[in-house]
């Protein structure tokens, strides 16, 4: 894309939008995120709690975020005022756009640590560092990568600059050529992953911790970590869904676009599930091993199946490139925001904010290392980015649109982004003003009782 100060790009077809919009959704989140936070929360009653939080609450907030961005015409924080003006509302609501902006700093500065954790796998499995090595053994690399701050660091550098120059491409060009061609590869490589693990014999083990949830286990952490993890995964509240809506033409359907955008995003996280627990469950792995959990079950896997070598390569290049057109939709709203506020042009805003992030990304993975004794609240600065992101502003950000869509947009104006019969619009309006809302403040309120509870217990802790 060139410049458009005064004409606003957009999606060369809808094919293209949904690719590139699904491009942002499916990344590390489902590939690695999701296997871990489902280990950690005791499988089969995160998994269900996740599903709902999706479609109660992630659906409509997504559809919420395109609608104000294709009013909006604009970077987050432009399109929320402008769209807020349009309903005789106060511009202030560009403030909630601001927060999602922000926390696109803060995300992209350790998503980009991990993505380069899936580079550095590329060239080890191709190099054949895992070549018939023993389980623990591959929990040995692992450990040994993140001890080694230099190591991260070079990764984390060569994930940044690709996505730097990604992004300096421009939306059509870059984001949708890309998306096109090596998304439905990722799924298909999945099919196959899922397909091996199926003849292993931790198949049947990994559908029970799937799939039959003990909703015994349901507990106020499972909620907290299953919705916080579908505002991650669908890529909502911070404005990227915003920012791509902007892009996005009058004809295009948004329910059926949010849709597919969702039933995608879910099936990949699901495929990736099953593709990892069966390896966790046949070589007796600890399913709640955390962050590692994919780069300490999959090298495994790679290395006692035939033709691992190439399969490993494929997949985590794979990886690589989806978390690498999820990292542009990070990148994105800050520099459509640079761009249009500043005499800055798109190469420019590009470097800037990149070397920004990068900055803060590199504090992000000293905190595995050098800086591991470093705290904030109790948490290293990478755990601390994640939580305060993914547990506090992406939901804030997300409520805040998500109460100015249902409470404060123009009748006219709903109707006509969703064209919704009489049914469907009393339906979207109970979702929209108070089961997506109310869910969000549930999640939010308990989750910061929990955090004054710790402070307080930290502070009484002091006095006595
Ligand atoms: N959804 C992406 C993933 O699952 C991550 C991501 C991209 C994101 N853009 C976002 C998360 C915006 C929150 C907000 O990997």
Redesign the pocket.
Known sequence: MTTHKHSHAQWGSRLGFILAAVG???????IW?FPYMVGQNGGGAFVFTYLICIAVIGFPILIAELMVGRRGQSNPITAMSRVAEQNNRSSAWGGVGFMGVL??FL?LAF?SVIGGWGVNYIVKVGMGDFAGISADAVGNVFNGMLGNAKELLIWHTVFMSLTILIVAFGVTSGLEFASKLLMPLLGICLVAMVGYGAFSNGFSATLDYLFSPRFGDINAEVILSALGHA????????G?MISYGSYLGREINLLRTASVVVVMDTGIALLAGLAIFPIVFANQLDPSHGPGLIFITLPVAFSQMGGGLVIGVIFFSLLTFA?LT?AM??LEPVVELLEEKTPLNRAFSTIISGAVTWLLGIAALLSFNEWDSFKIFGLGIFDFLDTLTGKFM?PLAGLGVIIFVGWFMHRKIIREELHLGNTGELIWQIVARFIAPIGVIIVFVSQLLELLNYQLADILAYFT
Do not use: K, Q
């Open positions: 942002s959704a499916v990344g590390l989140g489902n995120r926390a696109a995300i998503y505002f991650f995964t669908l890529s909502l509240g911070m990227v978390a999820s939709s990070l992406l």
